[in-house]
């Protein structure tokens, strides 16, 4: 039965069948070769697999973030962005870093941010005279951000797939390496536009327009802090808080009357689809994952990498390799979805802390988000952009360097990622 799962997930990889379809195929049809089991089995695990009440936490932010979007939220922290690092050398592109740190306490999605903020400041980077392969590069780079800085949708739904770590230590976990990250990018955006001559177009702002561009950004920034907050503070739970982050951006919107009903209707609408989207691939990645597990394939793996070595930080580093190698040709989610019951067992086995290896992975596939060939970050960017992809491809090569120095000093360094969660009691 391994051989024909695994075999059917190639084959449809290969021929362009969408990964969500891939693993529904491969677990079904494996399930129906082997004959071990009642074909039901899949249904049932589809729908296991999303009957959830954690994961309704994903669809809360992913139309918290919309609302955010819609209510004008993303232009009021561009402009705090640029005020703050627009007039440095290589401003814009500071900027594009900043903004999209922002973005992430709100949006949680490297997509989300790579179809918007990002996607704006790419432009006003072409108008500024960069160079339009690096704007959109950069731009693809400071998504990857998105899952990384809390709230994380990839988290809640590794939470849910590794009952040894919670959301809200998964969320602490990403602070740190997400800080890191966005240093990373912000260094390598520097030494690029000092080599290739970006100059700043932006003057340096007064206090009293820094100060107002602060206050209209502080709706926005007090959304990570309500979310955050809650969850640490035994308020409501991830679900609930994406609930109350949703109530939070509907109530800013048609207080500001920034939101009327046909907005809402197109927003709700825009979620739902995204949503359907997500949900699609956790059910479908439910049956492989479950069939893998039957198959004892972690057992499997387990063993040959014990037989590899014994040191810790070593079969960290080929998990590490193992996991970038799958984040090339698997999109994120479903790559989550299918490695956790996976690796976990065999990171179990050598003693490695779940939060730290929970961020690798994360980190890992989130780089994976913007490496071709699948790279869906760069498509978006790509197609946004009117960029051709083998020239992002080429332009994005020194920041994902500086990206996995960051995945590096996650490997060397526990602390990195778990030090927060521990400091404040979600962690043992």
Not at 18 to 34: D, K, N, R, S
Not at 266 to 273: E, K, L, N
Not at 299 to 322: M, N
Request: net charge positive; with cysteine.
């Amino acid at each position: 039965m391994a051989s024909v799962c695994l075999g059917l997930f190639a084959v449809c990889l290969i021929i362009g069948v969408p990964v969500a379809l891939t693993m529904g195929i491969a677990g079904l049809g494996a399930i129906v070769w082997g004959g071990q089991f009642n074909a039901l089995v899949a249904a049932q695990q589809m729908f296991k697999g999303i009957d959830s009440f954690p994961l309704m936490a994903v669809p809360f932010f992913i139309l918290a973030a919309e609302l955010m979007t819609s209510a004008g939220l993303t232009h009021a922290l561009l402009r705090l962005a640029n005020n703050l690092v627009g007039h440095i050398r290589g401003g814009l592109g500071h900027v594009n870093v900043l903004v999209s740190m922002l973005f992430a306490g709100i949006s949680g999605s490297a997509l989300a941010d790579a179809a918007g903020p990002s996607a704006i400041v790419m432009r006003m980077m072409k108008r500024a005279g960069y160079d339009g392969s690096y704007a959109g590069a950069l731009s693809a780079a400071t998504a990857t951000i998105g899952p990384i800085i809390p709230p994380s949708i990839l988290m809640v739904i590794y939470a849910i797939s590794d009952n040894r770590v919670t959301v809200a230590g998964l969320f602490l976990a990403g602070v740190v390496p997400g800080i890191l990250l966005g240093a990373a990018l912000a260094c390598a955006n520097h030494v690029i536009s000092v080599r290739r001559g970006f100059r700043f177009h932006t003057e340096r702002p007064g206090a009293a327009q820094l100060w107002r561009s602060f206050v209209s950004a502080v709706p926005a920034l007090l959304m990570p802090l309500i979310i955050l907050g809650g969850i640490l503070g035994g308020v409501f739970t991830p679900t609930e808080a994406g609930a109350v982050a949703v109530a939070y951006a509907l109530l800013f919107g048609l207080v500001t009357r920034k939101l009327d009903l046909a907005g809402i209707g197109a927003t709700f609408v825009r979620a739902g689809v995204i949503t359907s989207s997500v949900l699609l691939i956790v059910a479908m990645a439910a049956i492989f994952a479950w069939l893998i597990t039957v198959l004892q394939v972690p057992q499997t793996l387990a063993q040959w990498v014990a037989g590899l070595t014994d040191d810790r930080l070593t079969a960290l580093l080929l998990l590490a390799v193992f996991s970038l190698a799958c984040g090339l040709v698997i999109d994120t989610l479903p790559a989550l979805i299918i490695l956790v019951p996976i690796l976990g067992p065999i990171a179990l086995q050598f003693g490695i802390d779940p939060l730290q290896f929970a961020m690798m992975l994360v980190l890992n596939l989130t780089i994976g988000m913007v490496t071709p060939p699948v790279g869906p970050v760069l498509f978006v960017i790509s197609t946004v952009g009117r960029i051709r992809l083998e020239a992002l491809a080429r332009a994005i090569l020194p920041l994902l360097a500086a990206e996995i120095v960051v995945l590096l000093l996650v490997i060397l360094f526990p602390a990195v990622s778990t030090a927060l969660p521990r400091y404040l009691g979600f962690a043992s």
